[in-house]
């Protein structure tokens, strides 16, 4: 379970609620002296969380990640602290963002355990059942990887015997090849993790206060001197109590603190739509009712790419400069991409009235779907992931939910009979019924025909209906 006081304890509390980054500036330049105290700050929370992920990364430590007071036990016991001379308040910190990483790592090994189990041919449903079984219930997966005999909590022991029962008369050497299957899948998908970020640590919020100094306001902040706390002044006055993250810039001898905020889901009474959307290089977003939403979004990402292509040209070289005119303009072209990719989906939301969107998952690179439009330096420009990524984010702040389909076909297949169609120039054309329309609106109703007669990605491999008591020993 999360820890109380923690930002997973907090959104664990309270799901209605998101959380949202506050960004506080130190105003003017930071003395040489304050800087390089923080930067040593800095390294000492790098080291520490190197030391997390070298001796808590492996398999053999899985087990004692939930809840973590093994480790914490384990780590003041050893006295690294202390070695290092890096005060609680940041030294605690770092050990919690190291271990949330780890956490995190394993969350993705076991999501990749099931994909890879559920395109795997070979196997039957009793097969993946198994799977999905063994890498969800706390105890099992970490058994399993450490090679020992797989135990489960009495309560869901029933269930655990089902499931073998369904394997049939071999269940034994095919719970055994089973097991092999999810170790090689796991130690295929585990990476050492490292960093080398000295600039980025956070502090807990016994270290810090804020308050005034010689008439300015800003920030103290714990230093290695015992008693002693640096003041920055600040930008703004705003007072906050959580747990802050502290950025820092040596080369302009300035730090930004990004402070987490929880606050609560919009609700609005009057989304109750379904749409399909279909994202493109182009006109940004075209939904399934036909409208165009960021027309100008192909320009912007042009104009963009036009000015790098032409400092690169100018340079004679493979890259761009490093001049602050370049970097000044390039910085003020991309600040007004984004405003304006905000700014569109939100009239879209506005206009649309949605409580759910469906879109099909994009491939990683679309050059490699895209053949035939030429994959030229614009369209790796595209900033498709930043799109969705806000499409996501502000769905999630206003109460709607975001399901993505199967996108194999969807811009050829007819949204109205299913058949197999042909696109010329922008428009779609079915030789079956004789459907024509804009080829981006026939890919958004197709993302919504596919959402509402289930074919999703998230309901591709649907969880069994478990007894509540199963959700009880599963990971958080």
């Known amino acids: 379970m999360p820890k109380k006081g923690t930002i997973a304890g907090q959104l664990a509390s309270d799901s209605k609620k998101i959380c949202k980054a506050i960004h506080q500036y130190s105003k003017g330049k930071i003395s040489s002296e304050n800087m390089d105290t923080l930067m040593e700050i800095g390294h000492g929370c790098m080291v520490t969380k190197n030391y997390i992920y070298q001796r808590y990364g492996s398999i053999k430590s899985l087990e004692k990640l939930y809840p973590g007071y093994t480790i914490e036990a384990e ?66 997966f970490e058994n399993i990887l450490n090679g020992k005999p797989v135990s489960v909590p009495k309560e869901i022991q029933p269930k655990y015997e089902m499931i073998l029962a369904e394997l049939g008369d071999e269940r ?75 950025k820092l810039n040596p080369q302009k001898r300035t730090i930004e603190i990004i402070v987490p905020l929880f606050v609560n889901i919009r609700q609005h009474e009057d989304y109750i739509n379904e749409i399909g959307i279909s994202l493109g290089l182009w006109n940004m977003i075209t939904t399934s009712t036909g409208n165009v939403y960021g027309s100008a979004f192909g320009k912007m990402q042009n104009e963009i790419s036009d000015y790098i292509l032409e400092e690169m040209r ?130 958004a109703k197709n993302a919504l025909n596919r959402g509402k007669t289930g074919k999703q990605l998230n309901k591709q491999f649907p969880q069994e209906k478990e007894e509540g008591i199963i959700k009880e020993h599963t990971e958080k």
């Open 75 to 140: 780590v003041k016991e050893a006295g690294f602290r202390e070695k290092i001379g890096l005060p609680s308040v940041y030294f605690s910190a770092a050990m919690d963002r190291a271990l949330g990483d780890i956490r995190i790592m394993w969350a993705q090994v076991k999501s990749g355990i099931n994909d890879a189990a559920g395109k795997n041919e070979r196997f039957s449903p009793q097969d993946r059942h198994y799977i999905r079984f063994a890498v969800k219930v706390s105890g099992c």
């Open 172 to 246: 034994e050497q095919r719970v055994r090849n089973l097991n092999r299957y999810i170790c090689r899948q796991a130690r295929k998908r585990l990476r050492r993790q490292h960093t080398e970020n000295e600039t980025y640590f956070s502090i807990k919020m016994q270290g810090y206060r804020y308050g005034e100094l010689d008439g300015e306001h800003g920030i103290f902040l714990t230093t290695k001197i015992n008693r002693k706390r640096m003041f920055i002044p600040l930008t703004d006055k705003n007072v906050y109590d959580r747990i802050l993250d502290i």
């Open 314 to 443: 100018r340079n004679g070289k493979a890259k761009t400069s490093d001049t602050k005119r370049y970097m000044a303009y390039k910085a003020k072209m991309d600040a007004a991409l984004k405003n304006y990719v905000n700014m569109e989906i939100n009239r879209m939301l506005e206009m649309e009235k949605p409580e759910v969107i469906y879109m099909a998952k994009l491939p990683r690179n679309p050059g490699m779907s895209m053949k035939g439009t030429g994959d030229t330096y614009f369209l790796r420009m595209w900033k498709k992931g930043f799109v969705t990524e806000r499409i996501q984010w502000k769905c999630q702040d206003n109460g709607i939910r975001t399901i993505e389909v199967i996108g194999k076909g969807i811009g050829t297949d007819c949204s109205v009979c299913g058949q197999k169609g042909y696109i010329e120039g922008e428009t779609f054309q079915c030789p079956v019924c004789g459907y024509e329309e804009n080829k981006k609106v026939n890919g």
